[in-house]
């Protein structure tokens, strides 16, 4: 059956998986020293033009944001993030049982805007009970958004203006980087990225990879990393299988190859159900789709087609998610035309 | 300086400092076990018609609210709270800290609404993702409110009936309880309070003790609650200290009498700014006052009366709060009606 | 060059690697649903002759034995362990921590001696400070143990029977179990760890399998388990790229037959070391082996085969360690034979 | 009857208890910004000839050991102290609970030594696995021990030299500081506390006052410290009650005049034991006394007099201690010659 349910429902695109099977009889070293994560690090280094960047590799990314964010933040200081957020949302509070306060702000499309986030930490700096309360350290952001959508250049370099002027620090969390960055609307590259981030992850599990995350902290790691992440689980003793996928994905552009695929499946996808006549719940430029379905046509489709219920539009709608990947190809497209 | 700026700025009442005078050279048992926690907590247990209750003594709100939450909860849970709830906004983190998610409502004047709790309760039951978010167990209520309001009889057990439904526990934050107990507006009583709570504490600090609460366990407390208080440095070795000051608070109605005092004098207090014709930030029945001021008048009486600026009304006027406790005299009403 | 230096240095075997290719292209559920996660699931359970058991996959051990510690334990219990247990020595604390007190025994080669645990219990129910202690609840045992040595099913009914008395749960940590259940001096299966054990795990990471340790309770696992290895990151999204393994590895016998290679290869690279007079540090009938090198001697093989050192013996000795896996072979152990 | 249990059976001493009711009607600040917090921290701070020194006041020692611990260490980190240290026995595991390794040494007569601790330091600096091991960064002692004994000054100058060496900050736990600092033996006093620990706390709650214990950083305390002891809900809203008992105790040297009535009684009941020909279980200086008792005469003195078992000494005899405290009187002490 087709399935549009999610980006992470596949094994590993082409290279990687013949990286892992080249590789498999060599004997590396382990928990992160191994040739390949040390020469994926330095390939994702240069994708980043950060040339001072420090790159680790840790399995999921429910995991790579809480050992993020509980390594950076001191006891006392919290982060911020949109209340769509994913870590607000859907890691089970890993953050808060890292004992960090996760602090929401509203969202318009699952994004922050810089004027709210100026006048949260203009209120907090002037309320007269700030030692009371939990300060305000890192800002949390997806990209693309758990809705699939975007940050322009312009919105991010007003976020960094705010984080300079109150010394937060900006963490933003790419599990689906790369359908992000290949999206036609897309008006940023990697090494943006690392210029105005503190520390971001590059995502692996749902681009191409069977898992992994990379992280990149653009100027230093926090000391000690390695213990912290071995600390808190997030250490693979084999680290090589995750040095090695990533290798792969970031030698001859891997990574963005196969995740335009994802993109522009996506944009086709879009299109026939626009062509159709189908509202959207939301306008998402990258690999997720958010459509509004009639009950009806809820049944009818789910019978046929992989796709997941986002929520309750109305009395007789409702909005779904249809996610194309790095694996989805045309004529998974045209077999969907089809069908709705 | 007349002084209404909180109501812990005093020492304790006369008959809490009679009994730590009083008591002071008797050699006791330690660690809870002494012969005047004791006693206190049977007062405590008739006083809330609750025969099979436990009682325990812990000097500070913020560590009985951490201490509480953190040892009702299992680690994938969380509780909920009004937006404006105090472990929400004021205990810098505690909660969290302790590794348990917060999970907001809105609130209307500091309070949350059954209804509200029943639809957020319906919609996580029905999310498909709930797997991956933290499962609300918890209800936590203030009473007064931090806005100085107070649930009506009709509302709690509203309340109570949602957590029935969805299997939550019900704690109360009685840190200012004798201020909601004896004021005018007020409809419930101890018993009742025990009735519907699973847990709730007895605030002191604010209501005529040095420091101190006493957390009520109605049915059953936890096992080894004593192992875990002791483990999050809530339990005083000489705990005599908690236990002669409760079981003075809880001789002769003292509790009651004295937090009468406190309703009273704020009473008079709202009635003589109502008189002026100044307005009110929010209704409040209880001890806290909420007034609007313009900001010269503020400026004005800050030079004179002691009072804590709440937020900005707008652009030309600021709320206020005026707290009255245990302590208040008549006379420094009087004094106050002259400088407003 | 040769490399006896860890038993995680090479990829996966054979049959997990065709595992992994062969299923690459199909399209799979998520989050421990998947179709090969559930049949891994379900041949372990037969391997273990529990049919009732409820079977999990982590990606690594550190990971694992915090989590299963943590969601196991109340947070006034802690776990009793041998002093040189990992979870003691070298996971960086992970269980503290997640919150909770490692209590260490002496260790006997690597292992606790039911009698000693048995003092211990008696002495924590015997001390009148109890209530002000941590409380024993979880026994932690590694097989093989971190010296490669192993219980004899005496050793193992002794300590499940002090369990009984004081209602201590067994955790066995089995990084290494196959290693340990196809040595010669081995007297018992995996059906017997399961009838012991509250909860187990069978290590992928160091037997074949790229990454994954598979988390066995053999009655029944802790309520929303799923939630809670959610929140501490310990779940794959991708969750058939350890179901997938496993698969393999349980079917046909994989996992032990593998494991029988690198306990034959054990058993005769230990033989080369005696037949030409060395001394052990450790009797090890495991993949471990621990030899006592003069330094001089030490020096010289360091320049051709890659072994770990392990601690320093005397004045002019040095204990390291060769470890065997199922990838060693016959060649290398004939290989190393001219080198030492 | 008589009692020598514990040294914190009783109230307040009557300098801190007239201090209370004298003050008890005054208005003050909170949260530790009240004139007799301030005002109690200058004396302290003068009496430690520390100018530079900041000062905190918590209600609990078990809350100030954990509080003091959590705040200094980075996750990666953790505190070094002697087996039978508090921290490592009797605080129900809350330094673990707040997330840190105690790394235990062991002891001698309750005392750490500089060259064990100087052969940990370099063990674990060569150990080729020291980044999957807990750091150790802080190292924790308590004076007097919880054996009554104390340091020499030699002994503490050695251990400060390994501190510096290895970079690891020294906290000396003084829950009964005046004890130790007030009997015979003692080689030191406040100033040289003052000038080799890190942190250290002067104990109140043993030594004359309600309760409290006094956190001194003698150069500079972590940023926002007042946020992550209110976090901790280790702050008194009502914070004069803890500025107020030392305020009192250090005027007029009063903290030092009742601990020496403790260390000078303890001296007494020490000779009276010996006189009689009972055997020392520990040869303490301070006001703890470990005398070993037949187990008929345990029985027979039990009926007439309160003190603690300690432990088993053999089989016909138990190790018991007797404490003295800032409230034991001459004639206490007289009347127990007759019962002995």
């Known amino acids: 059956m087709l399935d549009f349910s999610c980006d992470y429902r596949n094994g590993a695109c082409k290279e990687v998986l013949d990286a892992l099977i080249k590789t498999n009889s060599e004997t ?16 994702i280094k240069a994708a980043c033009k950060a040339p001072d960047a420090e790159v680790f590799f840790i399995a999921g990314g429910t995991q790579t944001n809480m050992t993020v964010i509980s390594l950076c933040l001191r006891s006392y200081e919290g982060v911020i993030s949109a209340q769509t957020g994913h870590i607000n949302c859907h890691e089970a509070g890993a953050v ?20 709210e986030l100026d006048a949260y930490m203009r209120d907090f700096n002037e309320n007269p009970s700030r ?51 290949t999206c036609d609307e897309c008006d ?10 503190d520390v971001f992850y590059i995502g692996g599990t749902k681009v191409g990879a069977l898992c992994g995350e990379a992280v990149v902290f653009p100027k230093k790691a926090p000391a000690h990393f390695i213990t912290m992440i071995k600390q808190r689980g997030a250490m693979l003793a ?63 489709l789910q019978a046929k087609v992989g796709f997941e219920i986002w929520e309750r539009a109305d009395e007789t709608h409702t909005a779904v998610r249809f996610a194309t990947s790095w694996s989805t190809t045309k004529e998974e497209i045209e077999e969907l035309k089809k069908l709705i």
């Not at 590396?28 to 390939?43: I, L, P, Q, V």
């Not at 809705?147 to 933003?172: H, N």
């Not at 940023?188 to 981030?197: R, Y």
């Not at 090695?244 to 995740?259: C, E, G, S």
């Open 28 to 43: 590396t070293a382990t928990y992160g020293f191994d040739f390949y994560s040390k020469r994926a690090g330095e390939k």
């Open 96 to 115: 808060e049982h890292a004992g960090y306060k996760v602090l929401s702000l509203p969202h318009s499309e699952g994004k922050i805007n810089s004027a």
């Open 131 to 181: 030692d009371h309360m939990v300060f305000p350290a890192m800002v949390y952001i997806s990209y693309p958004t758990e809705y699939g959508t975007i940050y322009s250049k312009a919105e991010l370099l007003a976020i960094r203006k705010v984080c300079d002027e109150y010394k937060l620090s900006l963490f933003l969390d790419g599990a689906r980087l790369g359908y992000g960055l």
């Open 188 to 197: 940023i590259d990697l090494p943006f990225i690392a210029e105005i981030c």
């Open 238 to 300: 084999k680290s090589r299988v995750l040095g090695v996928q990533f290798d792969a994905l970031f030698t001859d552009n891997v990574y963005f190859k196969i995740a335009k695929n994802g993109a522009d499946r996506a944009k086709e996808l879009k299109k026939a159900f626009a062509d159709k006549g189908y509202k959207f719940f939301i306008n998402s430029p990258t690999n997720q789709q958010f459509i509004i379905l009639d009950d009806k046509k809820l049944k009818e």
